[in-house]
C-alpha cells in the first residue's frame, strides 16, 4: 500500500510512555500537520483606514487519518472504541510524525470528530477513520533540548530547525562573555516557554547575568560557593532547591530569535547553561 509512504504517528505521553499507531494495526493515510493561528485585534481610524492593534497565537485544530482493517461493523467499532482509549488522557499529550520525528506537538484530541470517514473509493476493509487534535501551542516543538548533541550520531535534529550549518553552538560556558543562539522562529518569553538556565560558581556578594541583546539583567544579591546550585526557571530563581526570588531584582531572562549576547559579572570559576526545545 503505497500510503505507508507517509510514515506513522507516535503519541507521547507526558509520564514518558508511548504508543506507535502502527504497532496497534492503524497505518497512516494522511498527516496535516498545523501552523500557528495568528489572530489580529484592529483598531479603526476614522473612515478609510485601520490600524492593527496587535496580534496573537492562538490554539490551532489540525488531523490526520489512519486506515483500519476490519471485517464488519461491529468489528471497526471496536477499532475506534481502541483509539478512543489511546487518545484520551487527562493531561494534553504529543504527537510525534516519523516522516519529521525531531518534531512533535502539544495536543488534546477532538473525540467530537472522531468518526469513520465516508469514502466510497475505499474497501471497507482499510476505511480510514479521521482523527482531529488541537495544537495547544500552535507550533511545533523540537524533540530535543539544546542539551542534546548537535552531532549526526545523536539523530535528534533535522532539516528546516535553523540551525546554522558548520557553526559550534554550544550552550554551556565558563567565560565571561559568550553567545546564545536560539533556533526557533519565535522569541523565548520567560513566561512563554521558559528556559532553565543552570549557574554554579564562586559570588562573593551579586550575580549579575546579562542578556546585552535584549537588554536584561537578571541580579542574584547573595553570595554562592561552588558546592551552591542556581536554576532560573523562566521567572523563578531556585538556590539550592528552594525559591529565592526575594534575593532578586525580580527580573526575567528572554531570548531572541537567532543570537543572544550575554555577560556575566560578580562570578569566578563558574560554569552556565541553557536548556530549552525550540519553537516552530
Known amino acids: 500500500m503505497d500510503k505507508l509512504k507517509e510514515g506513522t504517528i507516535i503519541i507521547q505521553y507526558q509520564g514518558g510512555t508511548s504508543v506507535n499507531l502502527s504497532d496497534e494495526g492503524f497505518l497512516v493515510k494522511s498527516f496535516t500537520p498545523p501552523s500557528p493561528n495568528f489572530q489580529y485585534t484592529w483598531q479603526q481610524l476614522g473612515k478609510y483606514k485601520a490600524l492593527l492593534a496587535n496580534s496573537e497565537i492562538q490554539q490551532s485544530t489540525f488531523s490526520f487519518e489512519v486506515y483500519v482493517d476490519g ?153 554562592l560557593s561552588s558546592s551552591d546550585s542556581l536554576i532560573i526557571v523562566g521567572l523563578v530563581p531556585i538556590v539550592n532547591g528552594s525559591q529565592d526570588y526575594g534575593d532578586s531584582n525580580h527580573a526575567y531572562l528572554d531570548l531572541a530569535k537567532g543570537w543572544n549576547e550575554f555577560q556575566i559579572t560578580g562570578a569566578t570559576n563558574f560554569t552556565i547553561s541553557f536548556d530549552t526545545h525550540f519553537y516552530y
Open 71 to 223: 471485517e464488519d461493523f461491529y468489528d471497526f467499532e471496536l477499532i475506534r472504541l481502541e483509539l478512543k482509549k489511546i487518545l484520551t488522557s487527562d493531561k494534553p499529550f504529543y504527537v510525534i510524525w516519523t516522516m519529521m520525528p525531531y518534531l512533535r506537538y502539544l495536543c488534546v484530541p477532538d473525540m467530537s470528530n472522531l468518526v469513520m470517514a465516508q469514502d466510497d473509493a475505499v474497501p471497507r476493509m482499510a476505511s480510514p477513520l479521521s482523527v482531529s487534535l488541537i495544537s495547544i501551542d500552535g507550533f511545533a516543538e523540537s524533540t530535543a533540548t539544546t542539551q542534546t548533541p548537535f552531532t549526526y550520531d545523536s539523530e535528534s535534529w533535522g532539516l528546516g530547525e535553523n540551525l546554522p550549518n558548520g557553526v559550534d553552538i554550544p550552550y554551556t560556558f565558563t567565560t565571561p562573555s559568550f553567545k546564545v543562539y536560539n533556533a526557533s522562529n519565535i522569541p523565548l518569553r520567560a513566561e512563554e516557554h521558559p528556559v532553565t538556565i543552570a549557574f554554579s560558581g564562586t559570588v562573593t556578594s551579586a550575580l549579575h547575568i546579562r542578556n546585552l541583546t535584549t537588554g536584561q539583567e537578571f541580579i542574584l544579591n547573595r553570595s
